[in-house]
């Protein structure tokens, strides 16, 4: 069905270094390609509950987001379907900790579920930076899973993705990728570390 | 041992500690300790934010003009609000007036987030706390029916078959297996009141409100651009009005979105109106004898006040600011969030250094020095901690106090001070919301021993989101009076070029955001933000004791509350997520297949 309606969803918290790969890859994929109207790119944030008017009017998703799987920093990772929601667990998309897998039940209550589901994952490297960007090693897989986003609409989806001629702005420009990189205030006038009890858990 | 607290609590430590760590349905990360007596009542509360938020100072250096951008990726709920405490702060450091429709979109939709944010609580994250869904599978569907045509006849969506329906749905859906959708539940705990018939109400009003919060949201992509993290602007707002227009994308404003604007804001009016205060008040009267959870709100709440009339007149305001103090509801005193002798926050007990621990810092002066140190009666390590000492210092939020008191802010705050400055409207609703619930409870409760409880900040709540309603209604009516009248201006610019500013200045911007008082300071040095500070309602109301032993909002709520069984924490869930907790998101990766459950540990 070429008409399906497909979104393409990144989530995360740009403001905690590698957690923002999601929106930033969706980003990219915003700013450089021309994307047909059944198809949409939405920086999701960490919105939770709140992106369900989104996913219940998709029939197929993508989500782009920093998972743990316990691998290798920074090694990518394709999953679908049933795989999808385990991963997903239940702090990752937190509106009030209201995790994915509540998300996704709800909308199976409603008989609203996405037909299919596709997880581009990377395995963070650095999250306890805050105010950070991402990590070089994480910053490198934003091409990669990029291709396999554009390789998953075009091959899975049958959808055509062409170059955008024109740059459109995606996230507001004061948060782009580049320009919040690039003007973070030193390390001596912000604290970049977090909560070692929270982020115990992860190292 | 027994601790008086300047502010009339008397804690109790001795008897068995419960903890609740994370506290589940909120955002951010909470945990919560509490020691009850052998009768099982709560004598001592301890509230701690487990999560580092320093957005402050990540904004160090930046352009002013883009600090909205960063604010609305604090949380995943209050976007908006922080916003647009945001671009006020830098509004009023740099006194730029701006047009009076930027004002009125503005407003609506703040209102809209108020509204909706409101409504996702109660349904989503609160109603669980009263209403057992696993028990609305034994509702009979006419008895059903006939209960919504008695609490909401207004209502359409009231027929048996309807009910039935729902509860043909849920029972499928649990039978699945998937109750997930419901977890984390205390389905046979007595705490749960309500009869079947009211249960089933409530799920279908739940799955009502998912189709509202849908439909609301999209006010947002149009006068925001997008959705979900809308545009801001310093100046107005950026979207700009031509009403000849067609509706390509990208457009500026015309007839035709401002038409579906309207229609949108009414379906608000008519749902808060006809099903979310009559479900509340229904709800309530099953609980009437439970009026636990007042805490501070029986004494001492604070608000800026928001919602001008006339831009940039605080004496326009609709729900008017300033603090109670003392259950004096006659005398409302005034707030300046400039005075560095007022809004003051303290680190006593919390996790970050002052050098002089004793001293209380106004927010232009501010200063977020972390510095993660327990207690000696700690009991675990610095990674896993079983019980926090409350003697030292024990959370990450800071705890602000006004003048000294430590105060409540929300929608119940707001609406006592209402109450305290002769909002009509406001007033009439109380009375009315509290005359319905006498009539379906067969009590004679005045409003002022209704209010200060749990269950009268979540009725507040109710209230405040169909004032909301009704005032951007209003604020339309306007919006489109002044377009008509041939003023098409959404910004002002003329101080957009930071070469005009001064080369220092300083501002305050606050919002009534859905958790109550919410403000930004912000200090502007050569064009770059030198200083910023946000004092978020949680940190009022989940913020620890301070120096003095004032115990905040959130500890005072849980004493005295009386448990059914304090391995399950069902009361204080509902007495904490009466607050709507909001303790910014952050950083959250989780293990494969890993599914947090709030842990409580009774010793």
């Known amino acids: 069905m070429s008409d399906e309606r497909i979104l393409v969803l990144g989530i995360g918290n740009i403001l905690w270094a590698d957690e923002g790969f999601g929106v930033r890859v969706v980003e990219e994929l915003e700013a450089r390609y021309e994307l047909p109207d059944h198809v949409r790119a939405l920086d999701g944030g960490t919105q939770g509950l709140y992106l369900l008017p989104y996913l219940e009017e998709a029939d197929a998703v993508i989500i782009v987001d920093a998972i743990d799987y316990g691998l290798l920093p920074a090694s990518l990772k394709l999953l679908r379907d049933e795989e999808v929601p385990a991963i997903l667990g239940a702090r990752k998309v937190s509106l009030h900790q209201t995790g994915f897998q509540e998300v996704l039940a709800l909308l199976r209550f409603r008989g609203c579920a996405p037909s299919r589901l596709w997880l581009v994952g990377v395995q963070p490297e650095r999250l306890d930076d805050y105010g950070g960007g991402l990590t070089e090693a994480i910053a490198a897989q934003v091409e990669p899973a990029l291709a396999l986003v554009i390789d998953l609409l075009t091959t899975e989806f049958g959808v055509t993705v062409g170059r955008r001629r024109f740059a459109a702005g995606f996230t507001a420009p004061a948060i782009s990728r580049a320009k919040y990189e690039a003007e973070r205030p030193a390390a001596e006038e912000a604290c970049r570390i977090g909560d070692a009890r929270v982020l115990a858990g992860w190292r | 041992m027994t601790l008086q607290t300047p502010n009339g609590f008397s804690l109790d430590t ?40 320093g957005l402050e100072v990540i904004l160090k250096g930046r352009d002013p003009r883009d600090a909205w951008a960063f604010v609305e990726r604090i949380c995943g709920v209050c976007t908006g609000c922080h916003a647009l405490a945001s671009v006020r702060a830098v509004e009023d450091a740099l006194d730029i007036k701006i047009p009076y429709n930027a004002h009125l979109i503005r407003e609506i939709m703040a209102k809209v987030l108020q509204w909706h944010d409101h409504v996702v609580h109660f349904y989503h994250l609160h109603a669980l706390d009263w209403v057992n869904p696993v028990n609305a599978l034994k509702a009979d569907p006419k008895a059903t029916s006939q209960l919504q045509q ?54 279908a009003h739940y ?23 809308p545009n801001y602007m310093v100046g107005g707002v950026p979207c700009a009005i031509n009403m000849d227009g067609n509706m390509a994308a990208g457009a500026p404003l015309n007839m035709e979105r401002l038409n579906f604007v309207h229609q949108r804001l009414t379906e608000a009016y008519a749902f808060s109106k006809n099903v979310y205060v009559p479900d509340v008040i229904a709800i309530a009267s099953f609980y009437k004898d439970w009026l636990y959870g007042g805490g501070l709100s029986a004494t001492n709440v604070m608000d800026y006040g928001d919602y001008e009339l006339v831009p940039g007149d605080k004496k326009t305001d609709q729900l008017p600011g300033g603090v109670i103090l003392n259950g004096n509801w006659d005398e409302v005193l005034p707030i300046d969030p400039r005075d560095p002798e007022q809004v003051q926050e303290f680190v006593a007990h919390s996790w970050y250094s002052y050098g002089d621990e004793t001293r209380g810092l106004h927010p232009w002066d501010g200063v977020t020095e972390p510095k993660f140190q327990l207690g000696p009666k700690t009991v675990g390590t610095r990674t896993d901690i079983r019980e926090l000492d409350e003697a030292a210092k024990y959370s990450w939020i800071k705890a602000p106090r006004w003048r000294g008191h430590a105060v409540e802010v929300g929608p119940l705050a707001r609406y006592i001070l209402a109450w305290g400055h002769n909002v009509t409207f406001v007033k009439d609703q109380i009375n009315d919301a509290v005359g319905r619930f006498n009539t379906l409870a067969g009590t ?36 489109i009076g002044n377009i008509k009248a041939g003023d098409s201006s959404t910004a002002n610019v003329e101080k957009w070029d930071p070469a005009t500013w001064p080369k220092e200045a300083k501002g305050v911007g606050t919002v009534a955001a859905p958790r109550g008082g919410n403000a930004h300071w912000i200090k502007i040095r050569d064009g770059r933000i030198e200083n910023y500070q946000c004092v978020v309602p949680t940190t009022w109301n989940g913020g620890p004791r301070d120096p003095q032993g004032n115990i905040g909002a959130f500890e005072a709520s849980l004493m005295n ?10 009361e204080i869930l509902r007495t904490l997520h009466s607050f709507d907790p909001c303790l910014a998101c952050s950083t959250h990766v989780i293990a494969p297949g890993g599914e947090e459950m709030a842990r409580v540990t009774v010793r």
């Open chain 2, 444 to 479: 004679s409760l005045t409003p002022k021993q209704a209010l200060p409880s749990t269950i009268g900040r979540t009725l507040a709540r109710a209230l405040e989101a169909h004032y909301c309603a009704k005032m951007m209604l209003d604020d339309f009516e306007r919006l």
């Open chain 2, 150 to 203: 008695m609490v909401g006849p207004d209502h359409p969506m009231s027929s048996p078959g309807y009910f039935r329906d729902i509860q043909n749905r849920l029972k499928k859906f649990v039978e699945s297996g998937q109750l997930g959708l419901f977890k984390n539940g205390y389905w046979d705990n007595p705490a749960y009141k309500l009869p079947p018939e009211a249960d089933l109400m409530a799920v």
């Open chain 2, 14 to 53: 001795s008897g068995k500690r419960i903890v609740v760590d994370p506290v589940t349905r909120i955002e951010g990360h909470m945990r919560c300790e509490v020691n009850v007596d052998s009768n099982n009542v709560i004598r001592n509360a301890v509230s701690t934010g487990t999560m580092w938020r």
């Open chain 2, 207 to 229: 799955l009502e409100a998912l189709d509202f919060q849908k439909e609301i949201v999209k006010v947002h992509t149009i006068f925001g651009g997008k959705n979900p993290h």
């Open chain 2, 561 to 570: 509350t009386p448990m059914e069984r304090p391995e399950e924490p069902v």
